[in-house]
């Protein structure tokens, strides 16, 4: 049981703030890479899908949200606490096609994999805030 702020591992995925209905501000859980979707499954059942074809953005650095004009609110004291953390920021378009944003916080070990997935399968560039970023996601 790690509590909030444990850093994610694994597989696992937390996450941290967008525009997601039903799903609380740091919910941590699994992203799963499907095959046309990517599948966040919270620990507590929720579920979100994002299409792959549906994505308009993806943005990976310290400032969440920006490229999504979410400009989520990520607590200070969550910033402050954990140095150096990450965020992969998805903009996409719902069902109903309303814009939405939501913004992760990936495991280390799986960053530079479910980057490279995004870009391929949504034909999108991730947009990297800044070198830092780019080589924490082990793009070089």
Do not use: C, W
């Amino acid at each position: 049981s790690n509590t909030v702020g444990a850093a994610v591992r694994g597989k696992d995925a937390m996450y941290v703030g967008g525009t997601i209905a039903g799903l609380t501000e740091k919910t941590e859980g699994k992203l799963d890479l499907a095959e046309t979707a990517a599948v966040f499954a919270a620990k507590k059942g929720a579920k979100v899908t994002i299409p792959y074809d549906k994505i308009q953005s993806l943005e990976y650095g310290q400032k969440a949200g920006r490229r999504v004009g979410l400009g989520i609110a990520i607590s200070p004291l969550f910033l402050l606490s954990h140095k150096r953390r990450h965020f992969l920021t998805i903009g996409f378009v719902d069902e109903a096609g309303k814009q939405q944003g939501a913004v992760f916080e990936l495991a280390k070990g799986m960053v530079q994999g479910t980057l490279s997935v995004f870009e391929t399968k949504s034909g999108k560039k991730v947009e990297y805030e800044s070198e830092e970023a780019r080589k924490h996601a082990g793009v070089h």
